[in-house]
């Protein structure tokens, strides 16, 4: 039986790995910085990944170990810069150090739309120009290198904006958990301008299962990879949705200073190089999702 470590088990996508290697009995040790185990699983182990002499706990002789532990957000203080960086890069360091002993193993870390200088109705590819406008996507950039120079086999995904959720309640995070929040309390919808940023939107069973496929590829590892879906939608598309649905409407405002110098534009994954490499398909249409909630 193959076997993983999930770090940053406790969080949202970190949670769906978890719910999906149990999916494909692949045996895993989740862990997270909390003292328990939000899904309650017995074999849960509380790690902080900046300490290096609690991952030296863990027994790293697994197939997978993967890194989904870290900070997110769009904070660019001083106190950000340092607390972000000491998780989000010296903690993967951390990480990389402790699989570096091992043969065949693979580090599967989970990057960002955020890294892309966004271009206006052009799908990005994996070469496409970066940019970091924050100090998270400037994580995402740094921890994407140490990968790419390290000597531990790896894949990289980059997430555009997820949705949904198969394992509890809430109905989904981030953007589209925004819409909804509001919507279900009968409160209009709010979005920045004239709505018109794109984005790709992914389920998180196609965004799970995508990844759990490439597990087994060899020509998967030392791979980056966009995950891609059929809904490259604007802002303003899925709010009227949203909006439709729960019978509010959708209001425009302007931007605020802050949020318009971290705004990336358009980001559209062309998620071919993955698509060609698992044969998979997306199983989730957002507009079926919302209709279904």
Known sequence: MKKAIVFGANGYLGRHIAYFLKQHNIEFVPTAKSETSID????YQQIDITNKAELQQLDFNVDYVFAFAGLTGTGNSP??????TKVNEQGLTNIIE????INDLRIVFPSTRLVYKGIENIPLIEDSEKESKTIYAKNKIACEK???QSIVDYTIFRI??????LI???YSYGTIGFFINRAVKGENITIYGDGNLKRTFTHVRDISESIIKTLELDSAKNKVY????NDNLSLLDVATLVAKKYNVEVEFIEWPEAALKIESGDTIFDGSKLKETINYNSNVLLEDWISSI
Do not use: M, Q
């Not at 966009?226 to 879906?229: A, L, P, Q, R, V």
């Open 146 to 148: 140490l990968l790419t």
């Open 40 to 43: 309650n699983y017995s074999n």
């Open 79 to 84: 106190e950000d810069i340092e607390k972000f």
């Open 160 to 165: 555009c904006v997820p949705y949904g959720n």
């Open 168 to 170: 509890d309640e809430t």
């Open 226 to 229: 966009n995950i891609g879906s």
């Open 98 to 101: 402790c699989c570096e002993r």
